[in-house]
C-alpha cells in the first residue's frame, strides 16, 4: 500500500477549544491578544453554542455546551473543563475521504455532535460535510471538513479566512506581542504509533524530525500535514511535567498552540503583565500556565523547529532548555 492512501488534507480549519464561557473566553482573547470573537448560529445537532476567534493565522473554534442536555460535547467539559480539543482540517474530496479512511484504511468514522458511526455516505448539507475519526484508531480524534465557496461566502458559520478580501494582518512594531503565524499544535500520547501512522501513511504527512527532550520531559515526533503546511507534534511524555499531567488526567490529547513571536522576552513580559504566568519558560520557549490562560496553553517561540520546511533551516531553535517546569502563580488578574 502506498504512504499517501489517496485522499487530500488541505490545511487546518481550526484547533477547538472547549470553555465553559463564550463570554470569558471573548474577553481573554481581547485582552491578551487584541482581537475579537465571532459568535456563530447555536448547533442543534451537537448541543453546543459556539464562537471563532482569530489570533495571528489561526482560526479558533470555542464550544461552549448546552447544559440541560448531555451531548458528548457537555461530557468532556464535565470531565475535564476548559481544555483544548480536537484539531479540524480541510480536505479537498469529503466522498473521497470517507471512502479511504473507513475503506481502505478501516478507521471508524462518527458524526458531529451525535457520534453516530459514518458509513458510505458523508453527512451535512447545504455546501459543506464533516466528520470525526475514533481516537482509539488514529491517536486522538480529528475532525475533517468540506465546504464549497458559496458557503464560505455566505453562511454564518464560515471561516472568516475564506471570505473575499481576507488577508493575515502583519504585527504592528509597537505590538508587544506580535503573535503571527502558527509554530506547530502539540498533541501528547502514550505511544505515537497509531497517531504517526494515521498523519503519515493515511493522510500523507512528513516526518521531518524526531527528538528525546529529557529536559522537556518528552520525546517528540514532528510532522508535517497539509498542502498549506501545518506542524504537529506528537509529544510522548517520558517524565514529570506539564505534558505528562495533562496525559495522565486527559489520556492522548491536543495539549497547547504555540505561535511565532517577533522577540521573545517583550512577549513574557506582555502576558504577565497581563495576569498570565508559565509552566514552560526557556530562552526559546514559553507556554502559559492554564490556570491563568482560560483553561487552555498557548505556546509562544521566536523560530520554527529546526528542519520544518517552512525554514531553510537559518534561525532554527535548538531545543528548548527550561529554566522551570513547575506551576508559577500569576501576578495580577487571571483571565
Same mark, same amino acid.
Not at 469529503?94 to 453527512?123: C, F, K, W
Not at 484508531?137 to 465557496?149: K, L, N, R, S, V
Given at each position: 500500500?502506498?504512504?499517501?492512501?489517496?485522499?487530500?488534507?488541505?490545511?487546518?480549519?481550526?484547533?477547538?477549544?472547549?470553555?465553559?464561557?463564550?463570554?470569558?473566553?471573548?474577553?481573554? $482573547?481581547?485582552?491578551?491578544?487584541?482581537?475579537?470573537?465571532?459568535?456563530?448560529?447555536?448547533?442543534?445537532?451537537?448541543?453546543?453554542?459556539?464562537?471563532?476567534?482569530?489570533?495571528?493565522?489561526?482560526?479558533?473554534?470555542?464550544?461552549?455546551?448546552?447544559?440541560?442536555?448531555?451531548?458528548? =460535547?457537555?461530557?468532556?467539559?464535565?470531565?475535564?473543563?476548559?481544555?483544548?480539543?480536537?484539531?479540524?482540517? $480541510?480536505?479537498?474530496?469529503?466522498?473521497?475521504?470517507?471512502?479511504?479512511?473507513?475503506?481502505?484504511?478501516?478507521?471508524?468514522?462518527?458524526?458531529?455532535?451525535?457520534?453516530?458511526?459514518?458509513?458510505?455516505?458523508?453527512?451535512?448539507?447545504?455546501?459543506?460535510?464533516?466528520?470525526?475519526?475514533?481516537?482509539?484508531?488514529?491517536?486522538?480524534?480529528?475532525?475533517?471538513?468540506?465546504?464549497?465557496?458559496?458557503?464560505?461566502?455566505?453562511?454564518?458559520?464560515?471561516?472568516?479566512?475564506?471570505?473575499?478580501?481576507?488577508?493575515?494582518?502583519?504585527?504592528?512594531?509597537?505590538?508587544?506581542?506580535?503573535?503571527?503565524?502558527?509554530?506547530?499544535?502539540?498533541?501528547?500520547?502514550?505511544?505515537?504509533?497509531?497517531?504517526?501512522?494515521?498523519?503519515?501513511?493515511?493522510?500523507?504527512?512528513?516526518?521531518?524530525?524526531?527528538?528525546?527532550?529529557?529536559?522537556?520531559?518528552?520525546?517528540?515526533?514532528?510532522?508535517?500535514?497539509?498542502?498549506?503546511?501545518?506542524?504537529?507534534?506528537?509529544?510522548?511524555?517520558?517524565?514529570?511535567?506539564?505534558?505528562?499531567?495533562?496525559?495522565?488526567?486527559?489520556?492522548?490529547?491536543?495539549?497547547?498552540?504555540?505561535?511565532?513571536?517577533?522577540?521573545?522576552?517583550?512577549?513574557?513580559? $506582555?502576558?504577565?503583565?497581563?495576569?498570565?504566568? =508559565?509552566?514552560?519558560?526557556?530562552?526559546?520557549?514559553?507556554?502559559?500556565?492554564?490556570?491563568?490562560?482560560?483553561?487552555?496553553? =498557548?505556546?509562544?517561540?521566536?523560530?520554527?523547529?529546526?528542519?520544518?520546511?517552512?525554514?531553510?533551516?537559518?534561525?532554527?531553535?535548538?531545543?528548548?532548555?527550561?529554566?522551570?517546569?513547575?506551576?508559577?502563580?500569576?501576578?495580577?488578574?487571571?483571565?
Amino acid at each position: 500500500m502506498p504512504a499517501h492512501s489517496g485522499f487530500r488534507v488541505l490545511s487546518l480549519f481550526h484547533p477547538t477549544a472547549m470553555v465553559a464561557d463564550l463570554q470569558e473566553a471573548a474577553v481573554f $482573547y481581547r485582552t491578551v491578544f487584541g482581537v475579537t470573537s465571532l459568535t456563530i448560529p447555536y448547533t442543534a445537532a451537537s448541543r453546543a453554542y459556539r464562537s471563532l476567534t482569530i489570533v495571528g493565522d489561526v482560526c479558533i473554534e470555542n464550544i461552549s455546551p448546552e447544559q440541560t442536555h448531555l451531548s458528548q =460535547f457537555r461530557m468532556y467539559t464535565d470531565l475535564v473543563g476548559n481544555h483544548w480539543f480536537f484539531p479540524c482540517f $480541510y480536505v479537498e474530496d469529503m466522498q473521497d475521504a470517507l471512502y479511504h479512511l473507513h475503506h481502505r484504511h478501516r478507521i471508524r468514522l462518527t458524526e458531529s455532535g451525535t457520534g453516530n458511526p459514518v458509513i458510505g455516505i458523508p453527512p451535512g448539507g447545504s455546501g459543506r460535510s464533516l466528520l470525526f475519526t475514533h481516537p482509539a484508531d488514529t491517536g486522538i480524534m480529528w475532525e475533517f471538513y468540506e465546504a464549497d465557496q458559496e458557503w464560505f461566502v455566505n453562511s454564518p458559520l464560515a471561516d472568516p479566512r475564506k471570505r473575499p478580501g481576507w488577508k493575515l494582518a502583519q504585527p504592528g512594531s509597537d505590538d508587544p506581542l506580535a503573535a503571527g503565524v502558527l509554530s506547530h499544535l502539540t498533541v501528547v500520547v502514550q505511544d505515537p504509533r497509531a497517531a504517526r501512522r494515521f498523519l503519515v501513511d493515511v493522510c500523507g504527512g512528513r516526518v521531518f524530525a524526531e527528538d528525546e527532550e529529557v529536559e522537556l520531559g518528552t520525546r517528540s515526533t514532528w510532522v508535517t500535514l497539509g498542502a498549506e503546511t501545518t506542524v504537529v507534534e506528537l509529544a510522548v511524555p517520558v517524565k514529570a511535567g506539564p505534558r505528562k499531567r495533562d496525559l495522565e488526567k486527559i489520556g492522548n490529547t491536543a495539549h497547547s498552540l504555540t505561535f511565532i513571536v517577533r522577540d521573545l522576552q517583550r512577549a513574557s513580559a $506582555y502576558l504577565r503583565s497581563k495576569g498570565l504566568a =508559565f509552566e514552560i519558560e526557556s530562552d526559546h520557549l514559553i507556554v502559559t500556565d492554564p490556570t491563568t490562560s482560560i483553561g487552555l496553553r =498557548f505556546g509562544f517561540t521566536e523560530r520554527f523547529h529546526r528542519g520544518d520546511p517552512r525554514t531553510s533551516g537559518a534561525g532554527v531553535a535548538p531545543p528548548a532548555r527550561p529554566r522551570t517546569m513547575g506551576r508559577q502563580r500569576a501576578k495580577g488578574r487571571n483571565q
